[in-house]
């Protein structure tokens, strides 16, 4: 169908006495009432004919579920503004922004997902104010292992959840061991790749996904959390089909995690009734691997 057959299906839903921006409105809600929908997605070509301000303030903008700022480049004031409409309903995808390395904005991360590709300015207390987020993308940023590791760190004990996925794309080689250092990981290996796991604090009854897989190739960074009656699946993280639950590692996790802390005890000035006591707790934890087939691989516990 060409572009002059849609005009002339449209005309009898457009009022030559309204702007283009309120036709476009009124043809969206004919549309949606005629063809009921839950999510739709909203493209911007943010150039000088198009004013931003005024599309923020029409249903169609205000209520979907994901925004694109497309070719052409936002005015600053435009993304200041666009920057205040931010809420946990609606995600923003501004992978083709120019954005200064001094740039901030206090509600930069309050989209309910977020994709950037100018992320020099992003640092590490961005991430850690993730709150319940769907997902962060950032392609040129700052990160690497150290910052990963205390971003790994804040998350096992933090009090809620944080981000469902968060992905980079890698600019320098990831070090195992600075980025899981002080952390209780468990290695498995699904779908032909490696995943490295981590449990939430066992004490933050608040966390409804308190396992987390991080997994990297020569290009990306990527960490997904997980709901323990959830399935793990390699290509559909979220529709959770098919795969199996992680509810072992989980429990594998939690025995790591408790052993840890009695080996922590033990170089602490206790009683010698209180050591045997401390000894045997870990004794019971490495049969409770055994059991379950944990080996370990350089000092790191594996299972398959």
Known sequence: MNKGSINQ???????????DLENTVNVFERYRK????????????PNSSVNVKAILETSIYKECWRVMFKEDQLEADDLEAVME???DGMGIDLEYQKMPLDYDHKNAFKFNFLHLTEAGWVRLRHLLSLHNQLHVKLFDHN??????NAFLKFWVKSDHDMVCSLSLYLWNSIESSVLFKGLVVLRTFRFNTTYWLLAADATKSERKQPIMSVWWDGMSFLTDTWFLNGTFNYSLPYDHVGGVTLAREY??????NEKKNMEKKLKGEISDEKRDEIEESIQKCE???????VYYDEGIPVVD
């Open 9 to 19: 299906e449209l005309k009898p839903w457009i009022n030559e006495n309204l702007t």
């Open 34 to 45: 005629a063809f009921p929908f839950e999510k739709h997605t909203l493209v911007i070509h």
């Open 85 to 87: 409409t931010a809420h």
């Open 143 to 148: 990160f690497g292992s150290k910052s990963l």
């Open 251 to 256: 429990k594998i996790l939690q025995i790591l």
């Open 287 to 293: 049969k409770e691997l055994d059991v379950n087939d």
